[in-house]
């Protein structure tokens, strides 16, 4: 009670709005300073990564600028956040200096202990040096595939067909499989029952190919046309002709439906049977040769007297 009698609350008041007025003022800009610097810095920087993109109409500059103004954004809010949060200490009061010196200390500490971050930085600084993924194209890592939505230094966000968002660590990435990069193919195999004319077929899927190739939505998206590689297997119930499409990056599974659709309905227009698993019942012989009853009874549909 006697603390509480010696303080003069006017006093304390005062003091208070002293402190605001200086300091707190100071901290207030400094604060907003930081904030519009953040801003203004990421709006400078995809401005500038933008201009790049709209300059050069190739897919990859474009993906590759998504990826750098990506990774430029992360590093530079990082920069302006610790600048701000140092200057806003300074006001504060806090000294610097040895907060400086122990966190030398405790980051040589946490760099023993935090070597999982450390690996996903190199990890990731490495994925975006050598350009292995840019920002919209479509991977395949740690067994998670989607597209890619955001890149940094320390993780790979993808988004997957069903919507799912799949954060990966750089670290963890130890193969790479893009399916977007420079160009995208589409492999068919295509099963035609065992009496059909494998090269009446292979002409049919020739004639599909041309006419998708003149549709004004489809042929700007193809590189190459139809490459038949001729039969290519035996299968238990059809002979399996596999071809390829090679596409625009990311268009392959478009062309690669429309295709198999057109295809369908040109084989039914010509009879050709795309056929279903089929099973031969075989009953055996017995040491006389003679075969066992199947017991199968046809019975015939008998119309009805009105």
């Known amino acids: 009670m006697d603390i509480l009698n010696k303080i003069d609350p006017q006093a304390t008041v005062q003091m208070i709005f002293t402190w605001l007025i200086s300091s707190g003022v100071q901290i207030l800009i400094i604060f907003v300073l930081m904030m519009v610097a953040v801003k203004i810095s990421r709006r400078l920087t995809s401005g500038i990564f933008n201009r790049l993109s709209d300059?050069?109409?190739?897919?990859?500059?474009?993906?590759?600028?998504?990826?750098?103004?990506?990774?430029?954004?992360?590093?530079?809010?990082?920069?302006?956040?610790?600048?701000?949060?140092?200057?806003?200490?300074?006001?504060?009061?806090?000294?610097?200096?040895?907060?400086?010196?122990?966190?030398?200390?405790?980051?040589?500490?946490?760099?023993?202990?935090?070597?999982?971050l450390v690996e996903d930085m190199i990890s990731g600084f490495f994925i975006i040096l050598e350009n292995q993924i840019r920002v919209g194209d479509v991977v395949d890592i740690v067994g998670h595939a989607g597209k890619v939505e955001e890149l940094n230094l320390r993780m790979t966000v993808l988004r997957d067909l069903e919507g799912k968002v799949h954060y990966v660590r750089n670290g963890q990435i130890k193969t790479v499989v893009n399916l977007t990069k420079d160009f995208s193919c589409y492999v068919f195999d295509i099963g035609i029952a065992y009496r059909e004319d494998v090269n009446e077929a292979m002409a049919k899927m020739r004639e599909v190919d041309e006419e998708l190739r003149a549709d004004e939505a489809f042929k700007d998206k193809i590189i190459e046309p139809l490459e038949i590689f001729g039969l290519d297997a035996f299968g238990d119930s059809a002979v399996m002709i596999k071809a390829r499409y090679q596409t625009r990056p990311g268009e392959q599974w478009g062309i690669g439906r429309e295709y198999k659709r057109r295809l369908k309905a040109v084989f039914d227009e010509n009879d050709i049977e795309i056929p279903f698993p089929h099973v031969t019942l075989y009953m055996g012989r017995d040491k006389n040769g003679e075969a066992p009853p199947l017991g199968v009874e046809n019975r015939k549909a008998v119309p009805s007297e009105n």
């Open 55 to 116: 300059n050069n109409d190739t897919l990859d500059f474009r993906r590759r600028a998504d990826t750098l103004k990506s990774v430029s954004n992360y590093v530079i809010t990082i920069v302006l956040t610790g600048i701000g949060t140092a200057m806003i200490l300074g006001e504060i009061g806090v000294d610097l200096g040895p907060i400086l010196a122990t966190a030398g200390v405790l980051g040589l500490a946490i760099g023993f202990g935090a070597q999982s």
